[in-house]
C-alpha cells in the first residue's frame, strides 16, 4: 500500500510544476507558495471513507492524501479528530440554530497549528531537513518547536514581543533558539529571511506558506468537518484569518474530496474574518482586488490574526471567490464580548481569534447573509486557558477566616 499519493508541486499563482522530493520554498519562477498535488486517481482506487473510518481517530487517518512518504517518518503527538460540537444555546442566542464549534483547542500544544507543525516537520524530517526557522504570532512557532524537539529537529523562533506569553514559554521549554521582537510578525519575517539568506542551505525557512507542507496539515480541518458530518459538507465555514492558511486549506481539501468523489453538491461559502485593526483582506475583497496591501499599525487582542500583509492573500481572495463566500470585520469589543457570551452559555472557553468568528457569525446573521435554517461551522482555533488576559478577574480576596454568609 502506499502511504501517501503525492505527486508533485505546483505553483499557486503561475502552475509551474516542482519537484516534491526535495526541500522547496517558493516557487523559482515568480516567487509565490506551491501547492501539494495528489494522484486523486490512485486514492480513489485505493481507499475509500469505509477504510478511512477504521484508521486510528487522528489526522493520520488521512495519510494518502498527506506528504509524507514513509510511516515512520511521521512525528505525532495525537493531532487531529478534535470535536465538531453542536452550539444549541449560544446558537438559538444568536438565531443559529444549526450552528458547530470545530474545537481546535483540543489538540497538542493548545492550538490548530499542531496540525501544520505535525506535517510540516514529519516532511521536513524526511527530507533530510535538520535546522529550521520560523517567524510566528505565537502558536505557530511553539507547535513547531515543540514537533521539532519531537523529530530531533533544531529550530530558531522569532516572534512579536507582544505574542501569547505562554508560546515563549513552550518554546524555551522545548529548547529552541527563540528570539523576540520589538514589532510585528512582518519584522520577525525579515529578520528570519536573513538568518536563511545567510545560512547558505543550512537553515530551512518554514515560515507560512514559504514551505508547502503546512498547509496539508491544516487542510485535515476541512477533510474532517466533512467525515465528521457523514461525508457532507455545512453551508457556511467561518475561520479567523492571519496567514490564511486554514482557510486555503479546508477549500484545497474540499476541492480534493469533490474530485474523489467523496462528497458533492456545492462548496460551503468560506467567510474570512479579520479584525478591525488589522484587515487586508477584507479590504481587499471589498475593494473587488486580486490581492492585498499592507496594513500599517496593525493591532488587535486577536493576536493570531495580525498578520498586515499574507503571502498568500491571492489564494485566500480566491478561495472566497469562488465559494461565493465573504470577508468581514469585528471589533476587539466584540469578540471579547462573545468570548465570555460562548463560555457562559455553551462552557467553552475558546481562544479570541475563535471568538473573532463567533462574532462574525452573528454580525452574518443579523444582516441576512446566513439564513436562520443554514448549518454553520465556527473554527475555534486554539485553547482560551492560552490567553489569561482576555478575561479581567476583580473576585475579593477573602480572609482565611472569611464567610460568604
Ligand atoms: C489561534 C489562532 N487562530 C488563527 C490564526 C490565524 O491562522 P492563519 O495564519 O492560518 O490564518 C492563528 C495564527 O497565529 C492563531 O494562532
Ligand atoms: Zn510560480
Redesign the pocket.
Same mark, same amino acid.
Given at each position: 500500500m502506499t502511504f501517501s499519493q503525492l505527486s508533485h508541486l505546483e505553483c499557486g499563482r503561475c502552475g509551474a510544476v516542482h519537484d516534491s522530493e526535495r526541500p522547496q520554498n517558493l516557487c523559482t519562477k515568480c516567487s509565490s507558495p506551491l501547492l501539494a498535488r495528489y494522484d486523486l486517481a490512485a486514492v480513489r482506487a485505493s481507499v475509500s471513507p469505509a477504510d478511512i473510518a477504521q484508521r486510528t481517530p487522528d489526522l493520520w487517518r488521512y495519510h494518502e492524501l498527506l506528504p509524507v512518504r514513509d510511516p515512520s517518518a511521521v512525528t505525532t503527538l495525537g493531532e487531529g479528530m478534535t470535536p465538531l460540537l453542536p452550539m444549541p444555546r449560544y446558537g438559538e442566542r444568536i438565531g443559529l440554530p444549526r450552528l458547530l464549534m470545530k474545537d481546535e483547542g483540543l489538540i497538542p500544544t493548545g492550538?490548530?497549528?499542531a496540525r501544520g507543525a505535525a506535517v510540516g516537520v514529519s516532511r521536513a524530517a524526511e527530507l533530510g531537513i535538520k535546522r529550521l526557522a520560523m517567524p *510566528?504570532?505565537?502558536?505557530?512557532g511553539a507547535a513547531w518547536a515543540l514537533y521539532g524537539a519531537r523529530a530531533g529537529l533544531a529550530a530558531t523562533v522569532v516572534m512579536p514581543v507582544d505574542a501569547p506569553e505562554i508560546t515563549r514559554r513552550e518554546c524555551v521549554a522545548s529548547g529552541t533558539d527563540l528570539h523576540l521582537v520589538d514589532g510585528l510578525i512582518s519584522d520577525a519575517g525579515r529578520i528570519v529571511g536573513e538568518l536563511v539568506a545567510a545560512s547558505e542551505g543550512r537553515v530551512f525557512d518554514t515560515s +507560512?506558506l514559504k514551505e508547502p507542507y503546512r498547509i496539508e496539515g491544516?487542510k485535515t480541518m476541512g477533510i474532517e468537518i466533512a467525515e465528521q458530518l457523514g461525508w457532507r459538507t455545512p453551508d457556511v465555514i467561518l475561520y479567523? +484569518? @492571519? @496567514? @490564511? !492558511? @486554514?482557510?486555503i486549506g479546508i477549500h484545497k481539501a474540499l476541492n480534493e474530496l469533490r474530485e474523489l468523489g467523496w462528497i458533492s453538491g456545492p462548496s460551503p461559502r468560506l467567510v474570512a474574518v479579520q479584525a478591525e485593526g488589522c484587515a487586508p483582506i477584507v479590504r481587499a475583497f471589498e475593494r473587488g482586488e486580486p490581492e492585498s496591501q499592507f496594513w500599517a499599525d496593525s493591532r488587535t487582542v486577536a493576536f493570531?490574526?495580525n !498578520?498586515p500583509k499574507p503571502l498568500g492573500d491571492f489564494l485566500i481572495l480566491r478561495a472566497l471567490a469562488e465559494t461565493s463566500g465573504t470577508a468581514i470585520t469585528v471589533t476587539d469589543a466584540e469578540l471579547l464580548a462573545e468570548l465570555r457570551e460562548v463560555a457562559a452559555l455553551e462552557g467553552a472557553y475558546v481562544?479570541p481569534?475563535g471568538a473573532a468568528a463567533f462574532a462574525a457569525a452573528r454580525k452574518l446573521r443579523a444582516s441576512g447573509w446566513i439564513g436562520a435554517d443554514e448549518e454553520v461551522v465556527v473554527l475555534n *482555533?486554539?485553547a482560551g486557558i492560552k490567553y489569561p488576559q482576555t478575561v479581567p478577574v476583580d473576585a475579593p480576596i477573602l480572609p482565611v477566616d472569611g464567610h460568604l454568609v
Amino acid at each position: 500500500m502506499t502511504f501517501s499519493q503525492l505527486s508533485h508541486l505546483e505553483c499557486g499563482r503561475c502552475g509551474a510544476v516542482h519537484d516534491s522530493e526535495r526541500p522547496q520554498n517558493l516557487c523559482t519562477k515568480c516567487s509565490s507558495p506551491l501547492l501539494a498535488r495528489y494522484d486523486l486517481a490512485a486514492v480513489r482506487a485505493s481507499v475509500s471513507p469505509a477504510d478511512i473510518a477504521q484508521r486510528t481517530p487522528d489526522l493520520w487517518r488521512y495519510h494518502e492524501l498527506l506528504p509524507v512518504r514513509d510511516p515512520s517518518a511521521v512525528t505525532t503527538l495525537g493531532e487531529g479528530m478534535t470535536p465538531l460540537l453542536p452550539m444549541p444555546r449560544y446558537g438559538e442566542r444568536i438565531g443559529l440554530p444549526r450552528l458547530l464549534m470545530k474545537d481546535e483547542g483540543l489538540i497538542p500544544t493548545g492550538s490548530f497549528k499542531a496540525r501544520g507543525a505535525a506535517v510540516g516537520v514529519s516532511r521536513a524530517a524526511e527530507l533530510g531537513i535538520k535546522r529550521l526557522a520560523m517567524p *510566528t504570532n505565537g502558536n505557530a512557532g511553539a507547535a513547531w518547536a515543540l514537533y521539532g524537539a519531537r523529530a530531533g529537529l533544531a529550530a530558531t523562533v522569532v516572534m512579536p514581543v507582544d505574542a501569547p506569553e505562554i508560546t515563549r514559554r513552550e518554546c524555551v521549554a522545548s529548547g529552541t533558539d527563540l528570539h523576540l521582537v520589538d514589532g510585528l510578525i512582518s519584522d520577525a519575517g525579515r529578520i528570519v529571511g536573513e538568518l536563511v539568506a545567510a545560512s547558505e542551505g543550512r537553515v530551512f525557512d518554514t515560515s +507560512t506558506l514559504k514551505e508547502p507542507y503546512r498547509i496539508e496539515g491544516k487542510k485535515t480541518m476541512g477533510i474532517e468537518i466533512a467525515e465528521q458530518l457523514g461525508w457532507r459538507t455545512p453551508d457556511v465555514i467561518l475561520y479567523p +484569518t @492571519g @496567514g @490564511g !492558511v @486554514g482557510l486555503i486549506g479546508i477549500h484545497k481539501a474540499l476541492n480534493e474530496l469533490r474530485e474523489l468523489g467523496w462528497i458533492s453538491g456545492p462548496s460551503p461559502r468560506l467567510v474570512a474574518v479579520q479584525a478591525e485593526g488589522c484587515a487586508p483582506i477584507v479590504r481587499a475583497f471589498e475593494r473587488g482586488e486580486p490581492e492585498s496591501q499592507f496594513w500599517a499599525d496593525s493591532r488587535t487582542v486577536a493576536f493570531g490574526i495580525n !498578520v498586515p500583509k499574507p503571502l498568500g492573500d491571492f489564494l485566500i481572495l480566491r478561495a472566497l471567490a469562488e465559494t461565493s463566500g465573504t470577508a468581514i470585520t469585528v471589533t476587539d469589543a466584540e469578540l471579547l464580548a462573545e468570548l465570555r457570551e460562548v463560555a457562559a452559555l455553551e462552557g467553552a472557553y475558546v481562544c479570541p481569534e475563535g471568538a473573532a468568528a463567533f462574532a462574525a457569525a452573528r454580525k452574518l446573521r443579523a444582516s441576512g447573509w446566513i439564513g436562520a435554517d443554514e448549518e454553520v461551522v465556527v473554527l475555534n *482555533t486554539g485553547a482560551g486557558i492560552k490567553y489569561p488576559q482576555t478575561v479581567p478577574v476583580d473576585a475579593p480576596i477573602l480572609p482565611v477566616d472569611g464567610h460568604l454568609v
